[in-house]
């Protein structure tokens, strides 16, 4: 049993960045996949970014790609999502999420995809 806790979120201001991380506890060694997922008010859980736990491939959704990263300390087993140039659009409870079979169905884009989620953390942009 995985256990996921979130840090970071918070008010920032469009322009502004932000740096998500994510702790991971029990298990830890069985981890394939870690990765972020987002839900804003009255929207489905959006697929943000996924790290490969031991190569370090990473994947991101085509809204965040180029204003996102993601990076994965192994030895804190911890997961770090920066993102910057924020945008009011992310808005959302943003969700950290793991992987431990190994493999991700549809490349890890659907929540149903992973195995462990977070408590979530709520990132706020104001315009």
Not at 73 to 80: F, P, S
Not at 91 to 107: I, M, N, Q, S
Request: glycine share 12%; with cysteine; net charge neutral.
């Amino acid at each position: 049993q995985v256990q996921l806790v979130e840090f970071g979120g918070g008010l920032v201001q469009a322009g502004g960045s932000l740096r998500l991380s994510c702790a991971a506890s029990e298990g830890t060694f069985s981890i394939y996949f870690m990765g972020w997922f987002r839900q804003a008010p009255g929207k489905e859980r959006e697929f943000v970014a996924r790290i490969d736990w031991n190569g370090g491939t990473t994947t991101y959704a085509d809204s965040v790609k180029d204003r996102a990263t993601i990076s994965r300390d192994n030895a804190k087993n911890t997961v770090v999502l920066q993102m910057n140039s924020l945008k009011p659009e992310d808005t959302a409870v943003y969700y950290c999420v793991a992987d431990v079979k190994g493999w991700l169905a549809g490349r890890g884009m659907t929540s149903d995809s992973w195995d462990y989620w977070g408590q979530g953390t709520q990132v706020t942009v104001s315009s």
